[in-house]
């Protein structure tokens, strides 16, 4: 193959990645922007969602199709309401104190991590794609003057990948609704703009920060759901998405949505097209400096509009 | 009827005294236990200088006891070093280590220290991974009996390993002592109480708590060197993010911002898990559980809430 071919498969499976990140990680910045919290569980509430998709479809029993369907509806809304759970008894009881929930959350990751363990096992499990039909791409070729279209062997994309990024672009338009166009919408901005003020004029601010612990997760849930049938199910899952979250947080300017979608898009397809060129941990070392140094010397993200 | 400050120093050498007397009567099991407990509380030592001390909450002191830890590691695995100069070698990486993060952390605050500090103990850890064929990777690798020698004594052998242990923890817990009763020390708690008011009373706080960091990292490191000369085994789950939350743990659950507290912590978790493991493979559930109990019920941990209940002299 071709480098230009190559390369357009990387921004394929870019794509696909910053389809999902930026779903996972707009739950993160929600959660940050509401509630002024880092929520370190993040990734474990992306495992459950994984996890239970499996569990899910096993339960829906023959067709794909419809254990999808189930699980793309049940998943998300289950994950949310254990994070509210979550969040009603022990983030409300240290007062939402950061540095104490940074403790509780890791003491969170653990036990969902672990319960996972001892329920579902050690094994990766694999969930079947509801649809998986093999897009060939052409790609143009120059050659003696003349523009010719054809079709490179091994250039292609499935169907159900192409379907996770439009999901993911609806869900993110459905966010962006959310946020903007309803009540909860601007009654979770009010909170996020002055907790004190919200409260003085009636918000029930103990009820949003449970919404959006909730809505959080089950972003981050949802985002699991849409992964699955490519990548398997797995208790230890959690960590890398924790993990690229923080960066596109922290590089989108913590908290704010636009900034972390941007981000997200940035990272999903430099990490694409990076892993071709470099090995997977050097390309992972150089990411992590990379977000230490912004919040050093950028404290407010690349684009730096959100506060601090 | 003694004066506070003597009690203080009283209470911790009993501390010190029942622990080189306890040698003589453990079984072999806990000897064993006892001798890696004193290791792991001095590296919570050190991370209790600059968390329960300054009031600096890091999440990334693994990559400081890894430093010690490799530092000293390769330096008798790759070129051969004595024992001495392979200690040394680990505590310098540390130092230098520390004060190279500890100017760029120091840049931010709160939240932000805290995935500053991750972060670069995660490119750490990513670090040992990629030079796999030195480090040997998650597999990690072992020094030879022969190797470990200090001044004619193999430092393998079941009573001079815990005499080891027991040297290192004195020293770390004499000079956490010395530190936290000196002016320096109470400039630290001022720090941590009020950090506007202490730089108004005209304390250069940067300075402060950069040497903090460096104080600990390298005592955090001297730790890690120690580990690996007493125990033979240079591993990266050492760097892990684990290792970094490890030291927290402890440190809140004995107490933060008490010297013995890291001590006691160490002494209730390791049992904790060794019990829990006999019972499931899950144990790091124990650890999940008791985090969110302390940070919702008990923020002072056990001699933290002695302190403010009992002992009111305790340092």
Not at chain 1, 66 to 86: K, Q, S
Not at chain 1, 240 to 256: A, E, K, R, T, W
Not at chain 2, 163 to 190: H, N
Not at chain 2, 284 to 294: S, Y
């Amino acid at each position: 193959m071709d480098f230009g071919p190559y390369l357009m498969l990387a921004i394929m499976e870019g794509a696909l990645t910053a389809a999902v990140l930026a779903l996972t990680a707009s739950g993160l910045a929600l959660v940050f922007g509401v509630m002024r919290v880092v929520n370190v569980a993040h990734g474990e509430f992306f495992m459950l969602g994984a996890v239970l998709a499996w569990w899910v479809t096993q339960l829906a029993g023959g067709s794909p199709v419809l254990g999808f369907l189930l699980a793309l509806c049940v998943v998300p809304v289950l994950v949310g309401m254990l994070a509210a759970f979550v969040d009603m008894t022990i983030l409300k009881r240290i007062n939402y104190d950061p540095e104490r929930t940074i403790v509780a959350t890791i003491g969170i990751l653990y036990i969902l991590q672990q319960v996972t363990l001892m329920t579902y096992g050690p094994e990766a499990r694999p969930v079947a794609p509801p649809f998986n039909a093999r897009i060939a791409l052409p790609w143009i070729d120059m050659s003696d003057g003349t523009l010719r279209l054809y079709w490179p062997w091994g250039l292609s994309i499935t169907s159900y990948k192409l379907f996770v990024i439009g999901a993911a672009c609806v869900v993110l338009l459905g966010l962006w609704a959310l946020m903007t166009k309803t009540k909860l919408g601007l009654l979770m901005r009010a909170t996020e703009q002055d907790r004190e003020m919200a409260l003085a004029f009636g918000i029930p601010v103990q009820r949003i920060y449970a919404i959006a612990f909730g809505l959080g997760a089950g972003m981050a849930a949802l985002a699991a759901v849409l992964i699955v049938p490519i990548q398997q199910a797995h208790y230890l899952m959690g960590g890398d998405p924790l993990l690229l979250s923080f960066i596109v947080v922290i590089i989108g300017g913590l908290g704010s949505l636009p900034g972390a979608i941007l981000a997200a898009l940035l990272i999903g397809l430099s990490d694409g097209i990076i892993s071709i060129f470099f090995s997977p941990t050097l390309a992972k070392i150089f990411a992590t400096l990379f977000v230490a140094f912004v919040l050093v010397f950028r404290p407010k993200g690349l684009w730096g509009t959100g506060k601090p | 009827m003694m004066s506070d400050s003597k009690k203080d120093c009283f209470a911790h050498g009993g501390v010190l005294l029942f622990l080189f007397a306890l040698q003589f009567f453990l079984p072999a099991y806990h000897h064993g236990n006892m001798a890696r407990i004193m290791v792991l509380a001095s590296y919570a030592i050190g991370y209790n200088l600059l968390f329960g001390y300054t009031g600096l909450l890091s999440l990334g002191h693994a990559i400081f006891f890894a430093a010690g830890l490799y530092g000293s590691g390769l330096a008798i695995s790759q070129f051969g070093f004595s024992v001495g100069v392979a200690l040394v070698i680990g505590v310098a990486a540390g130092c230098v280590l520390s004060a190279v993060i500890g100017a760029l952390a120091l840049r931010t605050e709160g939240v932000a220290f805290m995935i500053v500090t991750l972060m670069f103990a995660q490119a750490g850890y990513l670090t040992v991974l990629y030079f796999g064929e030195f480090t040997r990777g998650d597999e990690g690798f072992v020094l030879a009996h022969a190797d470990r020698v200090l001044w004619g004594v193999s430092l393998s052998d079941q009573t001079s390993k815990y005499f080891s242990a027991f040297s290192l923890f004195c020293v770390s817990l004499i000079m956490c002592l010395a530190l936290v009763r000196s002016r320096f020390g109470k400039v630290l708690i001022a720090i941590r109480e009020n950090e506007e008011r202490t730089q108004m009373l005209g304390y250069n706080v940067v300075w402060y708590k950069f040497c903090t960091i460096i104080l600990s990292g390298s005592i955090s490191a001297l730790a890690g060197a120690t580990y690996a000369l007493l125990f033979g085994y240079v591993g990266a789950s050492f760097a892990s993010v684990e290792y970094s939350i490890y030291p927290l743990l402890w440190v809140l659950l004995g107490g933060a911002g008490t010297v013995i507290g890291p001590l006691v912590g160490m002494i209730f978790m390791f049992y904790l898990i060794d019990l829990s493991s006999g019972v499931t493979t899950a144990y790091m559930l124990v650890a999940g559980v008791v985090l969110v109990f302390l940070a919702v019920f008990a923020p002072q941990g056990v001699m933290g809430e002695v302190r403010s209940r009992i002992w009111k002299w305790l340092s």
